[in-house]
């Protein structure tokens, strides 16, 4: 009973380090829209397993590094809370990387596009440097990185240019939702010597910016969904728009695990917006 319980508590150790859920969510929607557009082949089906096997392995590094402030921001994570060996974590986190490393060349090799999952696999990397040294644009920096992995369908496949919208609203969204995440985050950053939005500018300054850029990564989504709307797009922006004020709610009265449960809830309207690249 207690192997099964340890390897139990390793595998469940395993899909908190890894964020697998959200990795395997971002696999699909670049893989779906490549299905859509060309004929299924197994250079599309590379991809998305590159894009999984990269994106978990950046944040297994993360959670190695951030193993220590975790004890005090997050001690629900794998390593504090001692589901799995941290030396395991870095393990993993090497063995994913190279995985999504070899599959970048293989893509290189047959698509123009595979330099973007070298620039992509580079930043999971070069993350941990930008937490410790260069906090202040961690927010910006997760961002960016997240708007590239959404420009990559949008870029290879037959999309309108108005689908340009869904980078640049994912970005805007995710610079709020990770502003939140650090204003939570603000007693075990401090004591790591962090220099986070919140730290610097302030609190109410930094829930301020978070708000404005979830509003325009919100409003940017909305004149997507709004042109040529159809049904299943008014759902879309329904959806979008009563998790979003649901969230603000939340957030505003709501207490820390509350507010915590509220941003892993701001999940809903990004995947619901990604959902106009497959249907």
């Known amino acids: 009973m207690k192997q099964k ?13 890894t964020r697998f859920f959200t990795c395997f969510v971002v696999s ?3 893989l779906f829209p490549n299905v859509k557009f060309v004929s299924f082949n197994s250079a599309n089906l590379l991809i998305a397993i590159n894009l999984l096997f990269s994106s978990m392995g950046g944040f ?8 220590e402030k975790d004890k005090i921001n997050k001690p629900y994570r ?6 799995i060996n941290r030396n395991l974590v870095l393990k993993i986190a090497i ?4 995985i999504g490393l070899i599959l970048s060349m293989v893509n290189l090799a047959f698509t123009k596009f595979g330099i973007i999952q070298l ?8 993350y941990n ?4 040294h260069l906090a202040l644009t961690k927010a910006a920096y997760t961002a960016i990185v997240s708007a590239l992995i959404i420009s990559y369908p949008v870029l290879i496949n037959e999309f309108d240019t108005k ?5 640049v609203g994912t970005l805007f969204f995710v610079l709020g939702r990770e502003i939140f995440m650090d204003v939570l985050d603000i007693i075990g950053d401090k004591q790591a010597g962090m220099k986070t939005v919140p730290i610097r500018f302030g609190i109410m300054n930094a829930v301020s910016l978070a708000f404005t850029s979830i509003f325009i990564g919100t409003l940017a989504i909305l004149v997507l969904l709004i042109d040529n709307i159809s049904i299943l797009d008014l759902y879309r922006l329904i959806a979008i728009l009563v998790s979003v004020i649901l969230f603000s709610i939340l957030w505003l009265i709501g207490s820390k695990i509350e507010k915590r449960a509220a941003i892993i809830s701001l999940w809903i309207p990004m995947i619901v917006a990604l959902s106009v690249l497959i249907v």
Do not use: C, Q, W
């Open 163 to 167: 689908y340009i919208l869904l980078p």
């Open 95 to 98: 063995a994913f990387l190279t």
């Open 5 to 17: 319980h340890k390897i139990r508590e390793i595998l469940v150790g395993l899909f908190y380090t």
């Open 119 to 126: 620039i992509f696999l580079s930043a999971m990397v070069f």
């Open 60 to 67: 297994a590094l993360n959670d190695y590094f951030d193993s």
């Open 78 to 83: 794998a390593i504090p809370s001692n589901r």
């Open 28 to 30: 699909l929607m670049v």
């Open 129 to 132: 440097y930008i937490v410790k």
